[in-house]
């Protein structure tokens, strides 16, 4: 039988061997009940679809592990179930489970001994609980008994760094602009442990350290009290307690206090020792190397013994006398040490012994007293400078002429070099320092010419004497002394006199006198060594 087009049957059709469509050919119908066929040669009936749905579904389990324990579930009649343990709870909406985690999420009911790694965005420890103390009452990280194996470095490696308790460093960040956190912390702790009811605290501690030593590489800031041991570098800003007693050895310190401020040091006694060869221990006070004031113990040469002390004054500067010395007694000026010597104040006295005064001045006047004996050297240096003073009187109308005065007796003047009443015998060396001259008469409009005129030992006496110096100037007033000096800017010549010498001494006016009574009298110098 062939159709062609489209045929519509409104009766049973049976077929007997078979059908093909699309070059499969189906021979068999697979109905409810029988065993399922494997096969592209069979169509299944819906109940035999749903047969072999719910075999293949009966025939599958979920299989769970957990950290301890195994599970099953059925998937044709059972329901995984999840729940929650201590300190969570789980929930479940369509198709999704929800795990909650109390913020107590860690809770240590008996001993029990919990290994591994929690991982959290935070953790607040909370609650009153009654404790046994001394063994951390709210957290307690074992490691006496606990032993922590490096399974990671190599043999005979180093292991750069080991930490039981690792607080790494955060970034801090703000959902609004510009904010300012005035301090912040990875470890904050409010305070040391306050005493409450029926509780008496001895010592409290916001931190304490058992044993071992405690490493600080950032700097330390506040208040530190006990014992500091190793290398302490940066600044301290106070540092008080009774325990700063303990303090006995600071090995390097090369420098405490602050320029501008005070430094109080107390102490009964302050020793500066140096025990090396040429050690030279110095203290210096000032602002810098070219301006201070130096005290030096100076060693002997190689050794350690003292050899001397020197008080030293740097200065720059180019002032006169900067860098002296000014001694106070009660606050009162004493003495000066400059750059020319020793300065004693006015009205001060020198003293050997108690009230035995070398020296005293008062009003201006300087008296030396209590000397008791000169040595050798000062009666030679007295001695070489004894001054004299000798006095002459005459009356004559000299006018222009060359007169001597009479060193021998009073109005013995003569314009002869030879009169006996002339000369007096040098028989020391000296000097002429000074001629004094008064008169009766107004002289002040008259050159007066002296001259030293001497003759020397080996001489006769009857000869003429040579002029030794000469010295001129106005004559005086009758009513003022004038004084001519031999000492210095003579006219000519020198004012020495030598041993055995005769002396005589001459005046001459650049022009006419009166009849005058002259007033001389002389300053000399003998060296009586």
Not at 190 to 196: E, K, L, N
Not at 446 to 474: D, F, M, N
Request: net charge negative; proline share 1%; aromatic share 6%.
């Amino acid at each position: 039988m062939k159709w062609i087009g489209t045929q519509t049957i409104y009766d049973h059709v049976r077929l007997v061997k078979g059908i093909t469509l699309d070059s499969v050919s189906i021979t068999t119908i697979q109905s409810s009940g029988e065993s399922f066929a494997d096969n592209d040669t069979s169509l299944m009936t819906s109940a035999a679809v749903d047969d072999r749905i719910n075999t293949a579904v009966t025939a599958e389990d979920l299989d769970l592990t957990a950290d301890s324990g195994t599970a099953a579930v059925d998937l044709n009649s059972q329901a995984l179930a999840v729940t929650g343990g201590t300190n969570a709870t789980t929930s479940a909406t369509g198709q999704a489970v929800t795990i909650n985690v109390d913020d107590a999420f860690i809770k240590n009911n008996a001993d029990d001994a919990t290994t591994g790694t929690i991982t959290s965005n935070g953790l607040i420890v909370s609650g009153d609980k009654s404790v046994t103390p001394g063994d951390g009452a709210m957290i307690h990280l074992d490691g006496g008994g606990q032993t922590i194996t490096d399974s990671n470095t190599s043999g005979s490696g180093t292991a750069a760094k080991y930490t039981h308790v690792n607080i790494e460093s955060t970034r801090l960040a703000a959902t609004n602009s510009s904010v300012t956190t005035t301090n912040a912390a990875s470890l904050y702790i409010s305070g040391a442990p306050a005493a409450h009811t029926n509780q008496t605290i001895t010592n409290a501690y916001a931190l304490w350290v058992d044993a071992g030593a405690s490493k600080f590489d950032g700097g330390i800031i506040g208040d530190v009290t006990g014992d500091v041991t190793g290398n302490c570098s940066g600044t301290a800003a106070t540092v008080t307690g009774a325990a700063q007693t303990s303090i006995t050895t600071l090995t390097g310190l090369t420098s405490f206090g602050t320029a501008g401020a005070t430094t109080n040091i107390v102490a009964g006694d302050l020793t500066m020792y140096n025990v090396v060869n040429d050690g030279n221990p110095t203290i210096s006070l000032g602002s810098t190397a070219n301006e201070r004031l130096e005290i030096k113990a100076e060693y002997e040469s190689g050794a350690q013994g003292l050899d001397l002390v020197k008080f030293i004054t740097h200065t720059a500067g180019s002032g006169s006398d900067d860098g002296r010395y000014a001694f106070q007694v009660d606050e009162t000026f004493i003495f000066n040490i400059l750059d020319a010597g020793v300065r004693i104040k006015a009205s001060g006295n020198l003293e050997i012994g108690s009230g035995n005064a070398i020296l005293s001045d008062s009003g201006g006047t300087t008296t030396l007293s209590n000397i008791d004996a000169l040595d050798t050297a000062t009666r030679a240096t007295i001695n070489s400078a004894q001054k004299q003073m000798t006095y002459y009187m005459f009356r004559a109308d000299i006018d222009t002429t060359k007169t001597y005065v009479g060193l021998q007796e009073a109005d013995g003047e003569s314009s002869s070099a030879t009169n006996k009443n002339l000369p007096i015998l040098a028989p020391l060396a000296g000097k002429l320092l000074k001629v004094f001259l008064r008169a009766n008469s107004d002289l002040s409009g008259k050159t007066l010419t002296w001259r030293l005129e001497t003759i020397a030992a080996g001489t006769a006496t009857s000869g003429t004497p040579s002029v030794v110096g000469t010295q001129s100037g106005a004559g005086c007033t009758a009513s003022s002394m004038t004084t001519y000096d031999f000492t210095s800017s003579l006219d000519s010549g020198d004012n020495i006199i030598d041993a055995g010498d005769t002396v005589q001494l001459s005046i001459q006016s650049d022009g006419a006198t009166s009849n005058t009574t002259y007033y001389v009298t002389c300053l000399w110098e003998w060296d009586l060594s």
